[in-house]
């Protein structure tokens, strides 16, 4: 059970364009999503926590009109990183949650290279 | 803001014998600690949990304990394999189910 699934795994593209990225919740209802940013060798920096039905609230630091996220659902969030520059270029990784106080589950998260 | 500190960065253990590593927090209210592998060009995977009602946890290989009072928890994996090698982390809860992550520890099994 729990599973969350992210697609693509991968992509690349040039500079100037914009990327949507999926998150969907397989087995379980997600109130909440989660996106996260990590670099080589690094940590998971958190972007932004997203309520189904609701507006993302975004981590200091983040812009918000450059990553556009949606919780339409609650099985499904979405990422799309827009007008996408070289320094965008990074490992996204989804996380979900049933609830307040329930575990996050991961997705395998999605490789963005922008030439 | 709050941190979590964890140690070791990198472990190497002949496979068979015991790993350890060891996460300290600072918010006295959190209230729930998960563990995460991390394979190559994954996401992470929940291993184990802990919630602060409880000491100690263990699903086979794999046991967690948590000193509140001391505000650090720390996982132990026996008798380990080489399919262990992995990156874990810690976390803890804070409000609104946002989690705060450890650095990171970079385990290798030798066989």
């Known amino acids: 059970g729990a599973v969350v699934s992210q697609h693509p795994s991968w992509v690349i593209c040039k500079s100037g364009t914009s990327v949507k990225i999926e998150c969907r919740s397989l087995?379980?209802?997600?109130?909440?999503m989660f996106w996260y940013r990590q670099f080589p060798k690094q940590s998971l920096m958190l972007m932004a926590t997203?309520?189904?039905?609701?507006?993302?609230?975004?981590e200091q630091g983040v812009e918000k009109d450059k990553f556009l996220i949606n919780h339409a659902s609650l099985t499904l969030s979405t990422l799309t990183v827009t007008s996408a520059h070289p320094e965008d270029s990074s490992f996204y990784i989804c996380?979900?949650?049933?609830?307040?106080?329930?575990?996050?589950?991961f997705g395998d998260g999605t490789r963005l290279s922008i030439l | 803001g709050e941190n979590v500190e964890q140690h070791p960065s990198t472990l190497s253990v002949q496979e068979g014998d015991s790993a350890v590593i060891k996460c300290t927090y600072s918010?006295?209210?959190?209230?729930?600690f998960p563990w995460y592998k991390q394979e190559l060009g994954k996401g992470p995977q929940l291993i184990i949990d802990?919630?602060?009602?409880?000491g100690e946890k263990k699903d086979q290989r794999i046991a967690v304990t948590l000193n509140k009072t001391a505000k650090h928890f720390s996982l132990h994996i026996t008798e380990t394999q080489p399919e262990d090698s992995a990156v874990y982390f810690c976390?803890?809860?804070?409000?609104?189910?946002?989690?705060?992550f450890g650095a990171g520890t970079i385990l290798r099994v030798k066989s």
């Open positions: 087995d379980f209802q997600a109130t909440t």
């Open positions: 918010d006295s209210a959190s209230n729930y």
């Open positions: 976390a803890e809860q804070e409000y609104g189910n946002k989690l705060v």
């Open positions: 997203s309520n189904e039905g609701s507006k993302a609230t975004y």
């Open positions: 802990i919630r602060s009602n409880v």
């Open positions: 996380s979900a949650s049933s609830g307040t106080n329930q575990p996050q589950h």
